[in-house]
């Protein structure tokens, strides 16, 4: 029997739903959920993505704000303008779209981002309270696989789970959120030892590589959740994931498309988080 597949965007419309009826309560209180998007020089991938969340916004009746700067845009404007966002009511979240431009340091321009308006959850202080499981905002790739996990009712106390990625955007946060919830977690990474080892023992194997198809069939454990963050274009133009999901839906039990899975669950979390900081705002 194929594995069930975990539609990220059938779970996103319902979320969206749930966000657009409490952005209205909160609206109709004077906040309107405001969310300032910026994108540095002309990445394909990022303007798409950019496109992608405004539209969102605009779906469930959020203020939103893009702003596009060339790619010899210098680090102090960026910072300058960031200040300004922060300093304005009417933005409830910032979000400065990732890759930057070599001479601007993501570092530096990530922890300007005010703590409270932090809606993708990267500012060390962020990161550092998600560490003792405080978190203002959770990281929204991250927030949005526990999401999928919620939507299946997955009993995640005492699961087996490994995550293939130790990045501090999905892999690190990833693995403190399943921790909370009460699994048994590993991260593996580039240097581990016998991939295959680890992720045939997991009950919930979430991948986050960026490598295509990197993880075959072979590699996953009969019935096993598979959450695959990647998304990748072949030479044919077609996308795929981390994970060989034509091999793997004959193993796992539940496993994520892609496109369709993880993708716009991010979105959605991003929405939530930049609800949250308006419903923070409003002291609701």
Request: hydrophobic share 45%; aromatic share 4%.
């Amino acid at each position: 029997m194929p594995a069930q597949l975990l539609d990220g965007n059938a779970l996103s419309k319902k979320l969206r739903a749930e966000i657009a009826a409490r952005g209205a309560i909160v609206t109709a209180k004077g906040v309107r959920p405001g969310l300032a998007v910026i994108v540095v020089g002309e990445n394909p991938a990022s303007q798409v993505y950019v496109r992608n969340k405004v539209k969102a916004c605009e779906e469930v009746g959020f203020h939103s704000v893009l702003e596009r700067y060339s790619a010899e845009l210098g680090e102090e404007e960026l910072l300058a303008r960031i200040a300004t966002l922060n300093a304005d009511p009417s933005i409830h979240g910032i979000l400065v779209q990732l890759p930057l431009p070599e001479h601007i340091a993501a570092e530096r321009v990530l922890e300007a981002i005010a703590p409270e308006k932090d809606v993708d959850g990267f500012h060390v202080a962020n990161a550092g309270a998600l560490m003792v499981g405080q978190p203002e905002f959770k990281p929204c790739t991250p927030y949005g696989c526990m999401k999928i996990l919620e939507s299946i009712d997955y009993p995640i106390r005492g699961a087996r789970a490994v995550i293939v990625g130790a990045s501090n955007i999905v892999g690190k946060p990833m693995a403190m959120l399943l921790l909370q919830a009460g699994a048994t977690v590993t991260i593996c990474n580039s240097k581990t030892r016998d991939l295959a080892h680890h992720t045939k023992d997991a009950d919930i194997l979430v991948v986050a590589t960026g490598k295509p198809k990197m993880i075959s069939g072979d590699m996953v454990k009969n019935g096993a959740v598979v959450i695959d963050v990647g998304i990748n274009r072949l030479p044919d133009g077609k996308l795929c994931g981390d994970v060989d999901f034509d091999a793997a839906k004959y193993v796992a039990g539940w496993i994520t498309p892609v496109p369709g899975g993880v993708g716009p669950m991010t979105i959605t979390m991003l929405l939530m988080n930049t609800l949250e900081a308006a419903e923070k705002a409003a002291k609701l």
